[in-house]
């Protein structure tokens, strides 16, 4: 069992089995997802996108939510297949 | 190396470039052996000509460049610092930037997705904690970096070696020439921009045909040229018998072939007899408005160069980069047999646009892959070269005898410069030497220093070249 099985395993069993590959046809497209959009990433985390390079691979995010407060307000870098869902859009 | 000295027996080097009898062994210009050591000897280690600030004047901003056969990326950071970068991903080689030109937050390679901030550095790695567990340092990982890069006056050049010389000593008597070719036409430094896009083709010869003699082969100009001498292109039309340069005032001068042989650099380069700029001489009959743009920017230059004598408008920069006021000409090798042709055009940032378009109009008349002046270069090298693979053809050596043995030097008026008459092969034995040098150095420890030249060319002489090649 290693550290990182069940966050992968709970997200296998939410959309089949594809989490490290992206082979998902309902994934979240986030290449053109405007700064401000607000998404819940892999490990459970509420994001903000501060940029978006545009390159449908990566966002640049700060951290609003996460079960490890020393996260909260940080900033990183999101991978695509690790944005499951998009909890607040902005408009454009 | 090891297989070209093996396959030539006891051929050294130096026994197939003979530069006192002017005799050079074909061999130089189609050995796949040979051509892959100067991709190591040479454009690893020379300054090589990568771009212009101008190209990119914002953080984020990149523009697609090339070493020798490899591309490069010059991009201006997110805190306004140049970098030029290997174009290759550290994970397994893919290319990170697939444009020629643009701006971006991060170069995101395609391939599996690791991404480079446009300072270089790795700052995305997908699964990078759940797949690598703290075994890679992302630090060590970053975008390969130009050993040196140097920004001189607004135009961008760089290194990978960092036992290369600066680029201010690497130019040396030619520095001078380097920097007013980036001044705008009133002598304001780095007062240009480049038309976008840069010209780019390739042509079947290598790269030292057009890279060893352009500006350094005035012998064949009236007959390769013949047509477009008489074809009226330069600005004026058919005015005064028609030309492909532009008119010029008057102003007494004498024509030279002048190099710096320890250097490699050279041009076809004038002394002026007396100081200062010729007046300026209408020339645009076919483009109203710009004369008068021209001659008041020239007026400007006049009282900034007044008592001054100008040396060299134009120069052969070792290895494969000519430049002068309005063109900048570059010849990436690609294959033994291939260069890739890349033609940049300054023009005065601050001119208006009647004038960009005027200036552009003729320079794509006269150059680039179907300007009417290169169309007649390229039909030369590029059936010159083919008619040199051959095994029969490779028994007999090119002949770059015209003037051997007759250069002069004139420290008073040129300092540091060897001459030779105007029509001669000075400047390509002094590329042919350099070319020796590099091939055979095991650092720049045994190419640089060189007998010392002093960085500018001194009070007394000078020159101004014209368009010639
Ligand atoms: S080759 Fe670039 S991420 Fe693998
Ligand atoms: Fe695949």
Known sequence: MTDQEPIAKKYSEAVGGAAITGAVNDAVLIRDLPEGTHVRIRSGDIVEITANPRDGGWLFVKVLESSDSSRIGTDDMAFCVDVIDVVRHVDR | ?469
């Not at chain 2, 300007?371 to 007649?376: A, K, N, P, Q």
């Not at chain 2, 190419?447 to 368009?467: C, D, F, L, M, R």
């Open chain 2, 1 to 469: 190396m090891a297989s070209l000295v093996r396959s030539f027996g006891d051929r050294s080097l130096r026994s197939l470039v003979d530069l006192d009898r002017g005799l050079v062994s074909r061999e130089i210009y189609v050995n796949e052996d040979l051509y892959k050591m100067e991709l190591e000897q040479v454009f690893t280690r020379a300054w090589l000509f990568i771009g212009h600030e101008a190209q990119v004047p914002n953080p984020g901003d990149f523009v697609v460049s090339r070493m020798g056969e490899e591309e490069v990326i010059l991009v201006r950071d997110r805190k306004n610092q140049l970098h030029v970068f290997l174009n290759t991903c550290r994970h397994r080689g893919m290319k990170v930037c697939r444009y020629d030109d643009g701006n971006t937050l991060v170069f995101t390679c395609p391939f599996h997705g690791w991404s480079y901030d446009t300072d270089g550095r790795l700052v995305g790695v997908p699964y990078f904690d759940a797949a690598y567990k703290g075994d890679m340092d992302k630090s060590e990982w970053g975008l390969p970096e130009v050993a040196q890069m140097c920004n001189f006056y607004g135009s961008i050049w760089a290194t990978w070696d960092k036992g290369a010389p600066s680029f201010e000593s690497y130019l040396g008597p030619y520095s001078d020439t380097v920097r007013r070719a980036f001044q705008s036409s009133d002598g304001e430094d780095n007062g240009v921009e480049l038309f976008n896009p840069v010209y780019k083709w390739r042509i079947p010869c290598n790269w030292k045909f057009p890279g060893f003699s352009f500006d350094g082969d005035r012998a064949h100009a009236a007959m390769t040229h013949r047509s477009i001498n008489v074809a009226a292109i330069g600005p004026q039309g058919d005015a005064g018998g028609g030309s492909r340069a532009p008119i010029r005032a008057p102003f007494p001068y004498t024509d030279y072939e002048m190099t710096v042989p320890e250097l490699g650099h050279g041009g076809h380069n004038a002394i002026y007899e007396q100081p200062g700029l010729a007046e300026y001489r209408d020339t645009w009959f076919t483009e109203p408005g710009v004369d008068d743009y021209y001659r008041a920017m020239r007026e400007k230059k006049r009282e900034k160069y007044r008592g001054q004598y100008i040396v060299g408008e134009t120069a052969l920069i070792w290895p494969n980069v000519n430049i002068q006021p309005h063109r900048i000409l570059i010849w990436h090798p690609h294959s033994v047999g291939v260069t890739e042709s890349w033609r940049a055009y300054p023009i005065d940032r601050m001119a208006p646009q009647h004038v960009k378009d005027a200036q552009r109009r003729y320079m794509m008349r006269y150059g680039g892959p179907c300007g009417l002046t290169e169309s007649d270069d390229m039909e030369n090298w590029n059936y010159a070269s083919a008619a040199s693979f051959g095994t029969v053809a490779k028994r007999y050596p090119y002949n770059f005898m015209m003037g051997a043995g007759h250069a002069f030097v004139d420290e008073q008026r040129a300092p540091g410069m060897t001459l030779n008459y105007e029509v001669a092969e000075e400047n390509q034995r002094s590329r042919l030497r350099r070319w020796l040098e590099f091939m055979e150095a095991g650092s720049w420890e045994d190419i640089y220093p060189v007998n010392p030249v002093s960085p500018s060319a001194g009070e007394a002489t000078k020159s101004k070249s014209k368009v010639e090649s």
